[in-house]
């Protein structure tokens, strides 16, 4: 059986989605966004770590998928936020604009590990300090890279979407589905 190396409840239902039967164990790797790497490379090295810490902590007999989701902008890695004015912060530099969502996946069985890293490309409206205080209000961007979820509320902002909108959600279905293929978990 798959073993997901998420506590997420979006990579949980998108895996489910795409029928995989699996099992969760929480990774206790610890993210660093701060690493001074490319955020493509940031975001696959996170999703190989998360992956390789649960393989062994759960003795290397199943395979294991992780994943690492971020948001960037202008070069810049916005990660989940911290606060109520951490998110006003993303949200008000994202207002208006285009940035990049990525995110690696990992699996690692007895073969080794395979990695990949898709990225999508979101535009929102501008956004008033409304529509941004109203939307923290809610609770819904404080686990979330870069403070919002496509799949809730803020979908609503979003004008444009270039790549595969899971994700953006936080796994990609096609590339996930390739890279279970080539580790040979069916």
Not at 104 to 129: D, P
Request: hydrophobic share 40%; net charge neutral.
């Amino acid at each position: 059986m798959l073993i997901l190396a998420s506590q997420s409840p979006r990579r949980r239902e998108i895996l489910h989605d795409m029928g995989y039967r699996f099992r969760v164990v929480p990774s206790g790797y610890e993210e660093d966004n701060a690493r001074h790497v490319p955020p493509e490379a940031l975001v696959r090295l996170q999703a190989e770590g998360k992956a390789a810490e649960v393989w062994e902590k759960t003795g290397r007999q199943e395979p294991v998928l992780g994943a690492d989701t971020v948001v960037v902008l202008d070069g810049r890695v916005l990660g989940k936020p911290g606060s109520a004015a951490e998110a006003e912060a993303m949200l008000s530099t994202l207002s208006g604009r285009t940035h990049q969502v990525m995110t690696g996946v990992a699996v690692v069985t007895e073969k080794g590990t395979v990695s990949s890293v898709c990225i999508s490309q979101v535009t929102f409206r501008l956004l008033t300090a409304e529509d941004i205080r109203g939307y923290i209000a809610t609770g819904e961007p404080m686990d979330k890279a870069g403070a919002y979820a496509i799949q809730g509320l803020a979908g609503q902002w979003v004008t444009c979407l270039k790549g595969s909108r899971s994700n953006v959600i936080g796994l990609p279905r096609g590339m996930t589905e390739e890279l279970l293929r080539q580790a040979g978990v069916k």
